[in-house]
Protein backbone atom coordinates (compact mmCIF):
# COMPACT_ATOMS: atom_id res chain seq x y z
CA UNK A 1 0.00 0.00 0.00
CA UNK A 2 1.00 3.45 -0.12
CA UNK A 3 1.71 5.88 2.32
CA UNK A 4 3.39 9.73 2.72
CA UNK A 5 6.18 9.95 4.99
CA UNK A 6 7.10 13.39 5.90
CA UNK A 7 11.33 12.42 6.85
CA UNK A 8 12.21 16.01 7.85
CA UNK A 9 10.80 19.39 7.58
CA UNK A 10 10.37 20.41 3.74
CA UNK A 11 10.65 16.90 2.92
CA UNK A 12 7.86 14.06 1.88
CA UNK A 13 8.52 10.96 0.51
CA UNK A 14 6.01 8.50 -1.28
CA UNK A 15 6.86 4.65 -0.06
CA UNK A 16 5.79 1.61 -0.50
CA UNK A 17 4.14 -1.05 2.52
CA UNK A 18 2.37 -3.91 3.82
CA UNK A 19 -0.71 -3.56 4.13
CA UNK A 20 -2.09 -4.35 8.21
CA UNK A 21 -3.16 -7.76 8.91
CA UNK A 22 -6.34 -8.01 11.33
CA UNK A 23 -5.46 -7.85 15.03
CA UNK A 24 -7.72 -8.79 18.43
CA UNK A 25 -9.75 -5.33 19.27
CA UNK A 26 -8.60 -3.28 16.05
CA UNK A 27 -9.76 -2.33 12.46
CA UNK A 28 -8.64 -2.12 9.32
CA UNK A 29 -10.02 0.99 7.94
CA UNK A 30 -9.46 2.30 4.32
CA UNK A 31 -8.20 5.46 4.48
CA UNK A 32 -10.92 7.68 1.92
CA UNK A 33 -9.78 11.38 3.05
CA UNK A 34 -7.51 13.28 5.15
CA UNK A 35 -8.25 16.58 5.87
CA UNK A 36 -5.05 18.76 6.27
CA UNK A 37 -4.66 20.94 9.57
CA UNK A 38 -2.64 23.49 10.83
CA UNK A 39 -0.69 20.73 12.64
CA UNK A 40 0.00 19.04 9.51
CA UNK A 41 1.47 22.09 8.10
CA UNK A 42 3.72 23.46 11.18
CA UNK A 43 5.50 19.40 10.98
CA UNK A 44 6.24 19.94 7.34
CA UNK A 45 7.82 23.34 8.19
CA UNK A 46 9.54 22.17 11.07
CA UNK A 47 7.79 24.01 13.83
CA UNK A 48 5.68 21.42 15.67
CA UNK A 49 5.85 21.01 19.53
CA UNK A 50 5.78 17.72 20.67
CA UNK A 51 6.72 16.22 17.39
CA UNK A 52 9.43 13.93 15.74
CA UNK A 53 11.01 12.84 12.43
CA UNK A 54 10.33 10.58 10.12
CA UNK A 55 6.13 10.39 10.98
CA UNK A 56 3.05 9.55 9.00
CA UNK A 57 1.06 12.29 9.04
CA UNK A 58 -2.81 13.03 9.06
CA UNK A 59 -5.50 12.90 12.16
CA UNK A 60 -8.27 13.87 10.71
CA UNK A 61 -9.64 11.05 8.76
CA UNK A 62 -12.93 9.58 7.20
CA UNK A 63 -13.06 5.93 6.13
CA UNK A 64 -14.34 2.62 5.72
CA UNK A 65 -13.89 -0.43 7.54
CA UNK A 66 -12.49 -3.32 5.92
CA UNK A 67 -11.91 -6.04 8.59
CA UNK A 68 -13.25 -5.18 12.26
CA UNK A 69 -13.59 -8.28 14.62
CA UNK A 70 -17.09 -9.05 16.47
CA UNK A 71 -17.47 -5.93 18.66
CA UNK A 72 -20.33 -4.39 20.79
CA UNK A 73 -20.57 -0.86 19.16
CA UNK A 74 -22.61 -1.96 16.32
CA UNK A 75 -19.15 -1.47 13.76
CA UNK A 76 -19.21 -3.94 10.31
CA UNK A 77 -17.43 -4.37 7.40
CA UNK A 78 -18.45 -1.01 5.09
CA UNK A 79 -19.73 1.18 7.67
CA UNK A 80 -18.23 5.06 7.04
CA UNK A 81 -16.71 6.01 10.15
CA UNK A 82 -14.34 9.00 11.11
CA UNK A 83 -11.57 8.27 13.54
CA UNK A 84 -11.14 9.45 16.86
CA UNK A 85 -6.88 10.41 16.77
CA UNK A 86 -6.81 10.96 20.83
CA UNK A 87 -5.18 7.57 22.91
CA UNK A 88 -5.31 8.51 26.70
CA UNK A 89 -3.67 6.74 29.48
CA UNK A 90 -7.09 6.59 31.76
CA UNK A 91 -4.94 6.79 34.78
CA UNK A 92 -3.31 10.00 35.33
CA UNK A 93 -4.88 12.71 37.06
CA UNK A 94 -6.53 14.36 33.82
CA UNK A 95 -8.19 11.44 32.69
CA UNK A 96 -9.84 10.43 36.31
CA UNK A 97 -10.82 13.72 36.24
CA UNK A 98 -12.60 13.04 32.63
CA UNK A 99 -10.45 15.58 30.73
CA UNK A 100 -8.82 12.93 28.48
CA UNK A 101 -8.06 15.41 25.89
CA UNK A 102 -4.98 16.54 27.78
CA UNK A 103 -3.91 13.02 29.55
CA UNK A 104 0.18 13.07 30.67
CA UNK A 105 0.54 10.57 28.03
CA UNK A 106 -1.24 11.83 25.38
CA UNK A 107 -0.54 9.92 22.03
CA UNK A 108 -2.02 11.42 18.59
CA UNK A 109 -1.63 9.64 15.46
CA UNK A 110 -0.14 11.51 12.89
CA UNK A 111 1.78 13.68 15.98
CA UNK A 112 3.02 11.38 18.39
CA UNK A 113 2.68 8.45 16.22
CA UNK A 114 2.25 7.15 12.21
CA UNK A 115 -1.12 8.87 10.89
CA UNK A 116 -3.97 8.34 8.46
CA UNK A 117 -1.82 9.39 5.44
CA UNK A 118 -1.89 6.05 4.52
CA UNK A 119 -4.14 4.00 1.89
CA UNK A 120 -4.86 1.42 5.24
CA UNK A 121 -5.03 2.17 9.40
CA UNK A 122 -5.05 -0.31 11.91
CA UNK A 123 -6.59 1.18 14.24
CA UNK A 124 -8.51 0.38 17.55
CA UNK A 125 -12.14 -0.06 17.14
CA UNK A 126 -13.43 1.46 19.88
CA UNK A 127 -11.83 4.79 18.17
CA UNK A 128 -13.95 4.69 15.47
CA UNK A 129 -17.52 6.99 15.31
CA UNK A 130 -19.66 5.42 12.44
CA UNK A 131 -22.28 7.45 10.71
CA UNK A 132 -24.77 6.00 7.89
CA UNK A 133 -25.99 9.67 7.27
CA UNK A 134 -22.95 11.62 6.41
CA UNK A 135 -20.55 11.72 3.50
CA UNK A 136 -16.75 11.07 3.84
CA UNK A 137 -15.86 14.84 3.25
CA UNK A 138 -17.81 15.39 6.27
CA UNK A 139 -16.28 13.00 8.33
CA UNK A 140 -12.89 13.68 7.51
CA UNK A 141 -13.22 17.52 9.15
CA UNK A 142 -15.33 16.33 12.60
CA UNK A 143 -12.19 16.41 14.17
CA UNK A 144 -11.35 19.84 12.79
CA UNK A 145 -14.84 21.22 13.66
CA UNK A 146 -14.50 19.39 17.29
CA UNK A 147 -11.64 21.78 18.23
CA UNK A 148 -14.28 24.35 17.81
CA UNK A 149 -16.98 22.61 19.85
CA UNK A 150 -14.80 21.93 22.45
CA UNK A 151 -13.47 25.63 22.64
CA UNK A 152 -17.08 26.77 23.32
CA UNK A 153 -18.16 24.46 25.97
CA UNK A 154 -14.74 25.17 27.51
CA UNK A 155 -15.84 28.92 27.43
CA UNK A 156 -19.08 28.27 28.07
CA UNK A 157 -20.35 30.78 25.18
CA UNK A 158 -24.00 31.40 25.92
CA UNK A 159 -27.10 33.29 23.72
CA UNK A 160 -26.61 36.81 22.93
CA UNK A 161 -23.24 37.97 24.03
CA UNK A 162 -20.48 39.26 22.28
CA UNK A 163 -18.11 36.76 20.93
CA UNK A 164 -14.21 37.42 19.29
CA UNK A 165 -12.75 34.72 16.98
CA UNK A 166 -9.62 35.81 15.71
CA UNK A 167 -8.17 34.10 13.15
CA UNK A 168 -10.73 32.97 10.25
CA UNK A 169 -8.77 29.74 9.37
CA UNK A 170 -10.21 26.03 9.66
CA UNK A 171 -10.07 26.19 13.58
CA UNK A 172 -11.68 29.64 13.53
CA UNK A 173 -14.19 29.18 11.64
CA UNK A 174 -15.01 25.70 13.34
CA UNK A 175 -15.38 27.97 16.50
CA UNK A 176 -17.44 30.55 14.80
CA UNK A 177 -19.88 27.89 13.62
CA UNK A 178 -20.70 26.67 17.11
CA UNK A 179 -20.72 30.13 18.72
CA UNK A 180 -23.57 30.62 16.49
CA UNK A 181 -25.01 27.39 17.31
CA UNK A 182 -24.55 28.59 20.89
CA UNK A 183 -26.55 32.08 19.74
CA UNK A 184 -23.68 34.12 20.33
CA UNK A 185 -23.05 37.31 18.56
CA UNK A 186 -19.54 36.62 16.63
CA UNK A 187 -17.61 38.93 15.45
CA UNK A 188 -14.49 37.82 13.19
CA UNK A 189 -10.84 38.67 13.06
CA UNK A 190 -8.47 38.29 10.92
CA UNK A 191 -5.66 40.75 8.21
CA UNK A 192 -7.43 38.74 5.53
CA UNK A 193 -10.40 40.56 3.96
CA UNK A 194 -10.65 37.03 1.82
CA UNK A 195 -10.95 35.14 4.71
CA UNK A 196 -13.33 37.34 6.40
CA UNK A 197 -15.70 38.08 4.02
CA UNK A 198 -15.60 34.07 3.12
CA UNK A 199 -16.84 34.14 6.97
CA UNK A 200 -19.42 36.28 6.82
CA UNK A 201 -20.84 34.77 3.59
CA UNK A 202 -20.53 30.80 4.66
CA UNK A 203 -20.99 31.12 8.43
CA UNK A 204 -23.53 34.08 8.37
CA UNK A 205 -21.33 35.91 10.93
CA UNK A 206 -22.36 39.01 12.61
CA UNK A 207 -19.79 41.13 12.13
CA UNK A 208 -16.33 41.15 10.59
CA UNK A 209 -12.85 43.35 11.84
CA UNK A 210 -9.78 43.71 9.84
CA UNK A 211 -6.91 43.40 12.26
CA UNK A 212 -4.70 45.77 10.62
CA UNK A 213 -7.56 48.64 10.57
CA UNK A 214 -7.32 49.94 14.64
CA UNK A 215 -9.14 47.15 15.70
CA UNK A 216 -9.92 48.70 19.68
CA UNK A 217 -11.84 50.90 17.95
CA UNK A 218 -14.03 48.70 15.72
CA UNK A 219 -14.50 46.31 18.73
CA UNK A 220 -15.33 49.49 20.77
CA UNK A 221 -18.13 50.46 18.52
CA UNK A 222 -19.44 47.14 17.60
CA UNK A 223 -19.84 46.30 21.37
CA UNK A 224 -21.40 49.77 22.58
CA UNK A 225 -17.77 50.21 24.34
CA UNK A 226 -18.37 46.80 26.39
CA UNK A 227 -16.25 45.00 24.20
CA UNK A 228 -16.28 40.94 23.94
CA UNK A 229 -16.80 38.86 26.64
CA UNK A 230 -15.29 36.16 25.20
CA UNK A 231 -12.09 36.19 23.13
CA UNK A 232 -10.46 33.41 21.44
CA UNK A 233 -7.23 33.41 19.54
CA UNK A 234 -6.99 30.71 16.68
CA UNK A 235 -4.33 32.41 14.95
CA UNK A 236 -0.89 30.45 15.74
CA UNK A 237 0.75 33.91 15.85
CA UNK A 238 2.35 35.00 19.22
CA UNK A 239 1.96 38.67 18.69
CA UNK A 240 -2.03 38.22 17.81
CA UNK A 241 -2.28 35.88 21.29
CA UNK A 242 -0.55 38.68 22.95
CA UNK A 243 -2.45 41.77 21.50
CA UNK A 244 -5.54 39.83 22.26
CA UNK A 245 -5.31 40.17 25.94
CA UNK A 246 -6.21 44.15 24.58
CA UNK A 247 -9.83 42.99 23.34
CA UNK A 248 -11.45 41.74 26.38
CA UNK A 249 -14.44 43.04 28.56
CA UNK A 250 -13.93 43.82 32.07
CA UNK A 251 -15.18 40.36 33.87
CA UNK A 252 -14.43 38.42 30.39
CA UNK A 253 -12.45 35.27 29.11
CA UNK A 254 -9.86 35.10 27.04
CA UNK A 255 -9.57 31.51 25.12
CA UNK A 256 -5.93 30.42 23.42
CA UNK A 257 -7.21 27.99 21.14
CA UNK A 258 -3.90 28.39 18.98
CA UNK A 259 -0.36 26.26 20.36
CA UNK A 260 2.48 27.52 19.65
CA UNK A 261 6.36 27.25 20.73
CA UNK A 262 6.39 30.64 22.26
CA UNK A 263 6.16 32.26 25.22
CA UNK A 264 3.10 34.62 25.61
CA UNK A 265 3.04 37.86 28.18
CA UNK A 266 0.65 40.25 29.11
CA UNK A 267 0.43 43.12 31.36
CA UNK A 268 -0.85 42.15 34.48
CA UNK A 269 -2.66 45.73 35.64
CA UNK A 270 -4.70 45.36 32.82
CA UNK A 271 -4.94 41.70 33.37
CA UNK A 272 -6.08 42.40 36.71
CA UNK A 273 -8.61 44.70 36.82
CA UNK A 274 -10.53 43.07 34.40
CA UNK A 275 -10.46 40.22 36.44
CA UNK A 276 -9.60 38.50 33.31
CA UNK A 277 -10.22 34.34 33.10
CA UNK A 278 -7.34 33.02 30.79
CA UNK A 279 -7.96 29.36 29.30
CA UNK A 280 -6.07 27.22 27.09
CA UNK A 281 -8.55 24.53 24.67
CA UNK A 282 -6.60 21.33 24.32
CA UNK A 283 -7.70 19.18 21.59
CA UNK A 284 -11.53 18.16 21.99
CA UNK A 285 -12.84 14.64 23.61
CA UNK A 286 -15.26 12.04 22.60
CA UNK A 287 -18.34 13.92 23.32
CA UNK A 288 -17.08 16.84 21.42
CA UNK A 289 -16.97 14.76 18.56
CA UNK A 290 -20.47 13.65 19.00
CA UNK A 291 -21.13 17.05 19.50
CA UNK A 292 -19.84 17.88 15.71
CA UNK A 293 -21.70 14.58 14.06
CA UNK A 294 -24.81 15.80 15.16
CA UNK A 295 -24.48 19.37 14.11
CA UNK A 296 -23.39 18.07 11.02
CA UNK A 297 -26.74 15.68 10.69
CA UNK A 298 -29.10 18.61 11.27
CA UNK A 299 -27.50 20.61 8.56
CA UNK A 300 -26.20 23.28 10.89
CA UNK A 301 -22.91 23.77 9.61
CA UNK A 302 -22.08 23.46 5.51
CA UNK A 303 -18.30 22.29 5.17
CA UNK A 304 -18.79 22.09 1.35
CA UNK A 305 -17.27 25.82 0.82
CA UNK A 306 -14.44 25.14 3.06
CA UNK A 307 -12.76 22.44 1.08
CA UNK A 308 -11.22 24.64 -1.80
CA UNK A 309 -8.57 22.69 -2.43
CA UNK A 310 -7.80 18.43 -2.97
CA UNK A 311 -5.16 16.17 -3.83
CA UNK A 312 -4.04 12.46 -4.15
CA UNK A 313 -1.50 10.78 -3.16
CA UNK A 314 0.36 11.36 -6.47
CA UNK A 315 0.06 14.91 -6.40
CA UNK A 316 0.15 15.62 -2.65
CA UNK A 317 4.34 16.65 -2.82
CA UNK A 318 4.38 19.02 -4.78
CA UNK A 319 0.50 20.82 -3.62
CA UNK A 320 1.36 20.81 -0.17
CA UNK A 321 3.93 23.42 -0.17
CA UNK A 322 1.41 26.04 -2.06
CA UNK A 323 -1.00 25.23 0.84
CA UNK A 324 1.72 27.44 3.13
CA UNK A 325 1.04 30.27 0.86
CA UNK A 326 -2.12 32.38 1.88
CA UNK A 327 -2.14 33.73 -1.96
CA UNK A 328 -3.07 30.15 -3.09
CA UNK A 329 -6.90 31.02 -0.87
CA UNK A 330 -6.48 27.53 1.00
CA UNK A 331 -9.21 27.27 3.22
CA UNK A 332 -9.10 23.25 4.32
CA UNK A 333 -7.61 20.92 1.87
CA UNK A 334 -8.41 17.38 1.50
CA UNK A 335 -6.33 14.23 0.52
CA UNK A 336 -7.69 11.47 -1.52
CA UNK A 337 -5.72 8.20 -1.16
Given at each position: ?12 SLIEKKEPKPETNKAVVRIRRIGICGTDL ?112 RAGVTAGEFVLVIGAGPIGIGIMNFAKIR ?144 ETGVIKAVVTP
Amino acid sequence: MKAIVCNKPYKFSLIEKKEPKPETNKAVVRIRRIGICGTDLHAYQGNQPYFEYPRILGHELSGEIEYVPENDKGLKKGDKVTIFPYVSCGQCIACRNNKPNCCINLKIYGIHMDGGMQEFLNIPYDLLIKSDSLSLDQLSLVECLSIGAHANRRAGVTAGEFVLVIGAGPIGIGIMNFAKIRGAKVIAMDISEERLNFAQKNIGIDFIVNAKDNPLKELEKITNGDMPIKVFDATGNPKSMEASFNFIAHGGKLILVSLVSSKISFYDPDFHKRETTLLSSRNATREDFETVIDALEKGYINIDPCITHRASFDNLIESFPLWIKPETGVIKAVVTP
